[in-house]
T-cell receptor, first 113, second 114 residues
C-alpha cells in the first residue's frame, strides 16, 4: 500500500518568489493536512482539507494557502517567500473518521535564499 | 502557553537501560493523543494513538499510556536503532490544530548508546 507522497523532495527558491508543493494521500484517505517543521518552532499545523473544503487553519499569514482536488490530492502554495519560510513542509493524510490514524509523508525541504 | 509539553528535551541511555518519556497537555475535549517517531531527514512515523485515560498500547519495546493530563512513552531495554526524536501530538477542538489537525510538542531526542 503506497504511503503519502510529496513532491518535490527538495527545492531552493529566492526571496519574493512563490512555491507550490504537492501531496498525494494514501488511497481512500479524504483528509489532507499540512505542517511546517523548523528547528526553532517544531511542527506547526498549517491547514486541513476534507472533500475539497478547508476545515481548519493554523496561525500562519495569508501567504500560505492550499487546496484539495476531487481525487483528494492537495497542493499548498507560499507566495512572496521570506527567508524564514525555509523549512520542511509535511503533508499528512487520514480517513478522517474518529479513531483514524494520521500518516505523514517524507516532506518537501524548502530553502529560501 | 504551550498546549503540549514534552520532557526531557534530550535523553541519552545505554543499550538495555529502560526509561520513560513524558508528554503533558492542557487541551480539553481530547479526541486523540498521538505518538510518532521521527528519524533525521524523514517524516514522522506513526506509533500509537490513545483516546481515553487509562488506555495503554504496546509495540515491541514501546508502551504508551494516557492519563487526563499526560502521556508516557515507556521504552524497555532499548537498542541503538531506537535512537530518534519522539513526538507527541494532540487532536482537540481548542488546540492549535483544531478538531482535525494535530498540535505537536517539541519532541524528545533520544540517543541509545551501544
Amino acid at each position: 500500500k503506497a504511503g503519502v507522497t510529496q513532491t518535490p523532495r527538495y527545492l531552493i527558491k529566492t526571496r519574493g518568489q512563490q512555491v507550490t508543493l504537492s501531496c498525494s494521500p494514501i488511497s481512500g484517505h479524504r483528509s489532507v493536512s499540512w505542517y511546517q517543521q523548523t528547528p526553532g518552532q517544531g511542527l506547526q499545523f498549517l491547514f486541513e482539507y476534507f472533500s475539497e473544503t478547508q476545515r481548519n487553519k493554523g496561525n500562519f499569514p495569508g501567504r500560505f494557502s492550499g487546496r484539495q482536488f476531487s481525487n483528494s490530492r492537495s497542493e499548498m502554495n507560499v507566495s512572496t517567500l521570506e527567508l524564514g519560510d525555509s523549512a520542511l513542509y509535511l503533508c499528512a493524510s487520514s480517513l478522517a473518521t474518529l479513531g483514524n490514524t494520521i500518516y505523514f509523508g517524507e516532506g518537501s525541504w524548502l530553502t529560501v535564499v | 502557553e504551550d498546549q503540549v509539553t514534552q520532557s526531557p528535551e534530550a535523553l541519552r541511555l545505554q543499550e538495555g537501560e529502560s526509561s520513560s518519556l513524558n508528554c503533558s497537555y492542557t487541551v480539553s475535549g481530547l479526541r486523540g493523543l498521538f505518538w510518532y517517531r521521527q528519524d533525521p531527514g524523514k517524516g514522522p512515523e506513526f506509533l500509537f494513538t490513545l483516546y481515553s485515560a487509562g488506555e495503554e498500547k504496546e509495540k515491541e519495546r514501546l508502551k504508551a499510556t494516557l492519563t487526563k493530563k499526560e502521556s508516557f512513552l515507556h521504552i524497555t531495554a532499548p537498542k541503538p536503532e531506537d535512537s530518534a526524536t519522539y513526538l507527541c501530538a494532540v487532536q482537540a477542538p481548542n488546540s492549535g490544530g483544531g478538531a482535525d489537525g494535530l498540535t505537536f510538542g517539541k519532541g524528545t531526542h533520544l540517543i541509545i548508546q551501544p
